[in-house]
């Protein structure tokens, strides 16, 4: 019986997801694992990242949460504010969220999470990395996955793994051609929303008092407004100030099959944001003409597997998310955690093994990341009511904050970051393995 630490892991995708899922199973000692990415290197968007006290948890077992922690922001509040007028609806303290939780809510550069998962990953030696290579086919789902790769230059080629691992995001190859395989179609939803994402140099915004004091403030502030918001926060030693918008998605809707991000124009971003704040109209001024970037965001219905064989699904490529509640790629590198913990408890190594422990796995994070996804579509609709009677009750909510500890912005709700951040993907499965793997035939 060949030893379980022997399995020959093959990873599709070295986004956030699957530089935590090669890691997480480098870290279990499992010797053999290939990663294969489409991009020529790591190329993350420049944008920033929300990095909930859930993944510290995760990225400090993996060892690589010092060095990401070094170089971001501990947040110490969320200010809720009216987008028209700059009013604050609530202000929530997060200053202790460290001590409820074990670990700080942190924002930072994407390229600092994702460089700090790549050093781990470069530390083990059992980590194989194929940039400039693509999945095109998966051959054979069982007894070993069998599956087509193209490097940029060169012909396609079979690579046999014995689990193959889809970290492929939200346009996943992977989920396409499993649901096509088991007979059912993938269905997307159509979220109406889309995003523009800034990133403003301290250097433009520190003549601007009223600037300067956001950039300097330790505070995750959320503009709010019907159909639209802006999030904005510190990144980078405070060098950077990070926006991410959402407003209704007028120039992709009309094309549905266009790539999902586009060179957006500076007047059309002014013209959602018109009727918000003045400083909020300084801020966006700020982005140079040309350098306005929008992204189509998506989602999906559920689907009915994430499991086929001996191949899994994890991250954006099954439970894709709106941002509202900062936990799309945290979900995604806490699947990885959870996939090693399973892998790693296999009883042997038999491919009909494997797919049971796989789908203890799917088990364990099925519910969790669904009721995550929903409550982000939620959250998402509540912030961006219009005038009308949902909306003077969900300001009366806001008002009365204080009181019963819950807030309209679920991401900034004290009860929802308690579900959130205190939730301990690995020891939940080190607890419920077991029990979740007998009760499976
Ligand atoms: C505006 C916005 C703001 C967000 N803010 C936050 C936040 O603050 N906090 C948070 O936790 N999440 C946030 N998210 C969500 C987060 O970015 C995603 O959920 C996360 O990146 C998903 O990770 P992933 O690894 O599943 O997919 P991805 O990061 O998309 O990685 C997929 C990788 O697979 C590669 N790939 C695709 N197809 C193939 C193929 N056929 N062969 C080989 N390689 C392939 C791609 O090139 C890519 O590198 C935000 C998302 C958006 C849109």
Redesign the pocket.
Known sequence: MTDPKDLRIAV???????LGTALAFARKGFKHIDV????SNL?FVG??????PN?ARVLDRLGVWDDIAKESTDVKGASIREGSTDVELAQVDMSDVTQKYGYPHCTGHRSSLAGGLFNGCKREGAIRFHFS????KIDSYEPQPILT?KSRDGEPYQVEADILLA???????TRSQMLAQLGTKEEEEDTGQA?Y?IMLKRSDMEKDPEMLKLIDCDTVVRWIGPRRHIIAYPVSDKQIYNL?TAQPDDNFAAATNATYTTKGSKSAMLKVFEDFCPMVHRMLDLVPDGEVCE?K?RAHKPLMTWVHGCVAL????CH??L?HL???????IEDGAVLAECVSRAPNSDPATISKVLKVYELLRRDHTYALVNLAAFSGRTLHLGEGKAREERDREFAEHRNNGSVPDKWASPDVQKMMYANDCVKDAEENFDKIYAGLS
């Open positions: 599709i995708g070295a986004g956030m997801g699957g294969f990415e489409t991009a190329g944008a920033g990242i929300q990095m909930p993944v290579t693509a999945l095109i790769v970290a492929d995001g939200i346009k996943s190859v995003a994402r991410s992204w965001l994890l991250g954006d490529a894709p998310t941002p900062s936990q799309g790629a945290a979900m995604a």
